[in-house]
């Protein structure tokens, strides 16, 4: 089993920048690939940003493509998430996952076993 803890949101306004931390345990971290997924008000849940096991590849929503960056730190078994330019559009409550199931895509929320709480991001005009 893999534990996930997200932190780091927060109200901020908007240009402002975040940077989402989610704190992994249990099964070894570096084994999966991660993600991180938002859930807006009245929305469904939708894909923001993917990275590899390996970290050799990344992929973004075209929604935060340029303004967000995803990386991991494996020696510290955590995933991050920049937030650049924020804009009152990106609030949402937003959830790490490790992704578990290969033969769905990196953007499906499907594709993930394990999730984290979320935590809440609110970008005020």
């Known amino acids: 089993q893999v534990q996930l803890v997200e932190s780091g949101g927060g109200l901020v306004q908007a240009g402002d920048s975040l940077r989402l931390s989610c704190a992994a345990s249990g099964r070894t971290f570096s084994m999966y690939d991660m993600g991180w997924f938002r859930q807006a008000p009245g929305k469904e849940r939708e894909f923001v940003a993917h990275?590899?096991?390996?970290?050799?590849?990344?992929f973004y929503a075209d929604s935060v493509k340029g303004r967000f960056t995803i990386s991991r730190d494996s020696a510290k078994n955590t995933l991050y998430l920049q937030m650049n330019n924020l804009k009152p559009a990106d609030t949402a409550v937003y959830y790490c996952?490790?992704?578990?199931?290969?033969?769905?895509?990196?953007?499906?929320?499907?594709?993930?076993?394990?999730w984290g709480q979320g935590t809440q991001v609110t970008v005020s005009s």
């Open positions: 996952a490790a992704r578990n199931d290969y033969y769905k895509r990196y953007d499906a929320i499907s594709a993930y076993g394990y």
């Open positions: 990275i590899t096991w390996s970290a050799g590849s990344t």
